[in-house]
């Protein structure tokens, strides 16, 4: 989301990758929780009805939009096809969201005592039934094809 034109990008990768290289990405995720945490409480940008895919550099945050891995992969997935045949979108996965939220996620500051780590890891594996609503982030990984 902070890639000012993925059409460049995403070019230079089909032109440096070796036949079979990958590309893997984390990203913020387009269920209702990431939405509303990224949409409302952070200072970048979350517009998945955006138009286009480059960002205006000149605007604050350099026109980061967390919605832009949605965009690119979900809504314009048919688009992202015809123009990068040479890439395969092979995996995209909701990430544990549960534990992440209770270690603080990205702040310095881990909010769970290390002992308590497996016991987070074991409530991540219990709910992710629940992923498709409270993930906030997901694995992308797409591969050059032969």
């Known amino acids: 989301?902070?890639?000012?034109?993925?059409?460049?990008?995403?070019?230079?990768?089909?032109?440096?990758?070796v036949p079979g290289g990958t590309i893997s990405l984390i990203d913020v995720a387009h269920?209702?929780?990431a939405r509303l945490l990224f949409g409302r409480f952070h200072p970048e940008g979350?517009?998945?009805?955006?138009?286009?895919?480059?960002?205006d550099e000149s605007a604050?945050?350099?026109?980061?939009?967390?919605?832009?891995s949605w965009v690119l992969f979900r809504r314009d997935r048919a688009l992202f096809e015809a123009r990068f045949p040479a890439l395969d979108v092979e995996v995209i996965e909701l990430l544990p969201w549960f534990g992440y939220l209770l270690s603080g996620g990205l702040t310095r500051r881990n909010l769970v005592?290390?002992?308590?780590?497996?016991?987070?890891v074991a409530l991540d594996r219990a709910t992710t039934l629940l992923n498709p609503a409270f993930a906030?982030?997901?694995?992308?990984?797409i591969r050059k094809r032969p």
């Open 1 to 17: 989301h902070h890639i000012p034109d993925p059409s460049r990008f995403f070019a230079e990768a089909i032109r440096t990758l």
């Open 31 to 33: 269920t209702p929780l």
């Open 46 to 55: 979350y517009d998945s009805a955006r138009e286009g895919w480059t960002l």
């Open 60 to 68: 604050p945050l350099g026109g980061a939009d967390q919605a832009m």
């Open 113 to 120: 005592p290390g002992v308590l780590v497996p016991a987070l």
């Open 136 to 141: 906030l982030h997901w694995h992308i990984r």
